[in-house]
């Protein structure tokens, strides 16, 4: 429709819809022709955001081959066991990367290696290989293709676990556009800026690829700095952005976060965790809606999404049901639960993964009667706005209560001397497990782990709080801001055995605990505890 209007906007340069268009087509004749890839053989990619990216995968459409898209902040062996797990048939990767990869390369089966610099030993040139299938006949696109052919095989972050690669069809990434337009009220006069990095489907789906199908504008940091973000919101008249809490923090730390008027910028999408609620009411004190989006890589990502008009009426809630998948809430037995119950998340929809790249049995346990299961725990209120209340996995079960380290986090993180938290479990003799709270404070605060102790009482049920409170100066991160929550289970594990190394050789004491029973609900309640 508009072929000369900007589709990317990428360090100074411009691609026009007609010039990305005619790349696409040089992309397409390099893998079909130069490189012989066939219906559903996998192409790696290692680089940072560009257009490059952008092209690769348009370009793997074409001839029904299958992105993956590597995380740049893996180790080399992390990179190995992936490629030998995806088994992709070339690995295109950015200057910078070539070493990287040359370092684990007899990890992994033959895979050809194709580098966009102008000479690197022991990869083909991407110049020279566009040269050679340019002398080759007109590439011919497959008539066997269909939309429900693998395009993206997106390696989920493996916060709880090995990674697996979640296949993406082109009919989810359509479908998934379709979620992205309804939310953002998306149109082809936005410009949307984008930071995160898009080997993850947040980048990569929420705004970027739908904004393509809209004809709008995309602005393309090749990784996040605050400095290019305030010039890009001045020079380039933002309309949309994506960002994660740490991105979001690090912008409002900013002294230009006050001064800056977003004239242009009509909203913020923000995901991948649990936002607090202060955060988002902040954002829209600010003047601009932060809209909060749920899903996972396994979804698309996009399964639920605040409408703007409900961001601050409605800020610890991550939306409503996408327009285009549905989500149901159950319990343990498959029975859906009540308003206000809280139930495992399942989602179902176009929008949804195949499978689990060869993993047939990780791939039938995530799905009943084509419903995922996401492992995330949430409800809904009587609006049909939906909460998320933590995982599965996270929930931790203290004298048969079950404890949502996500309530407590929200709780904790409205106190004003606190940055960041994050609430694990950890085994206990007595009840089986107890909360442990790990505690960034803000800068220039000095609140201690008792005060923390002291601001839970009477705004967390005393079977909630936390029975211990850790500081740290900051809370172990994935490329997406998502805590890891693994990390910090050792570093309790550690404290502990720590604190019962330095106990030894003392005079062990019997500690009991004494209760009492409460008259108007009949329950226990501490009175403390005594050592005898």
């Known amino acids: ?4 209007k900007p589709a990317i906007l990428y360090e100074g340069g411009e691609f026009s819809y007609a010039a990305l268009a005619h790349r696409i087509d040089i992309y397409a004749q390099v893998l079909g022709l130069g490189l012989g890839l066939q219906r559903g053989d996998r192409v790696a990619y290692l680089g940072l955001n560009s257009p490059e990216f952008i092209t690769l ?18 180790t080399a062996p992390e990179h190995a066991q992936i490629l ?6 070339v690995l295109f990767a950015e200057n910078e990367f070539t070493d990287h990869i040359d370092s684990v390369r007899d990890q992994f089966e033959s895979v050809a290696m194709v580098a966009f610099a102008a000479t690197c030993e022991n990869w083909t040139s991407f110049a020279l290989l566009e040269l050679a299938s340019s002398e080759q006949a007109t ?13 993206v095989l997106c390696y989920t972050s493996g916060t709880t676990g090995a990674a697996k690669g979640a296949l993406l069809s082109k009919k989810a990434l359509f479908w998934n556009a379709a979620n992205s337009i309804h939310m953002h009220e998306m149109s082809s006069e936005d410009t949307v800026l984008t930071l995160l990095p898009m080997f993850h489907v947040g980048g990569l789906n929420i705004q970027s690829m739908p904004a393509f199908y809209c004809g709008a504008t995309v602005v393309i940091h090749r990784r996040f700095e605050v400095d290019l973000f305030y010039q890009a919101l001045e020079e380039q008249k933002v309309t949309l952005t994506l960002l994660v809490p740490t991105v979001l923090l690090a912008l409002m730390s900013d002294p230009r976060w006050e001064t800056c008027r977003p004239n242009h910028l009509r909203l913020i999408s923000i995901g991948s965790t649990i936002v607090p609620a202060q955060l988002v ?43 285009h998948c549905e989500i149901r809430l159950v319990d343990e037995q498959g029975d859906e639960v009540a308003v206000d119950e809280k139930g495992e998340i399942l989602v179902r929809g176009p929008n949804v993964m195949t499978e689990y790249w060869a993993d047939v049995e990780a791939t039938r346990e995530a799905f009943t009667d084509h419903w995922f299961h996401s492992g995330d725990v949430g409800h809904f209120d009587a609006e049909g706005f939906l909460y998320v ?10 004298g048969g209560e079950n404890i949502y380290p996500a309530q407590i986090e929200n709780h ?121």
Not at 1 to 4: D, L, S, V
Not at 84 to 89: C, D, I, V
Not at 141 to 151: A, K, W
Request: glycine fraction near 8%; proline fraction near 5%; hydrophobic fraction near 40%.
């Open 1 to 4: 429709m508009t072929p000369g």
């Open 57 to 74: 995968l348009f370009a793997c459409a074409r001839v029904g081959a299958v992105l993956l898209p590597l995380n740049w902040r893996l």
């Open 84 to 89: 030998q797990h995806a088994r992709p048939l």
């Open 139 to 151: 590439y011919i696109r497959p008539d066997n293709l269909t939309e429900d052919d693998g395009l």
């Open 281 to 323: 009411l902040a954002v829209c004190d600010w003047g601009v809606p932060l809209i909060q989006v749920y899903g996972s890589t396994e979804t698309g990502p996009i399964a639920a999404y605040t409408p703007a008009a409900d961001a601050a009426r409605k800020p610890a809630s991550t939306g409503k049901t996408a327009a």
């Open 389 to 398: 209340d933590g995982r599965i996995k996270d929930m931790i079960i203290s």
């Open 412 to 532: 904790l993180t409205a106190c004003d001397e606190i940055d960041e938290v994050a609430v694990v479990g950890r085994a206990d003799d007595y009840w089986g497990e107890v909360a442990v709270a790990v505690v960034v404070a803000k800068k220039g605060c000095s609140i201690n782990a008792e005060q923390v102790l002291a601001y839970c009482e009477g705004r967390i049920s005393s079977y909630s709080c936390p029975k211990e409170v850790i500081m740290v100066d900051h809370l172990p991160c994935n490329a997406m801001g998502k805590v890891l929550k693994e990390e910090l289970r050792k570093l309790v594990i550690v404290r502990m055995k720590s604190a019962q190394g330095r106990g030894r050789g003392k005079k062990k004491k019997l500690i009991k605990k004494m209760f009492f029973i409460t008259p108007q609900t009949g329950r226990k309640k501490s009175l403390g505890f005594y050592i005898c």
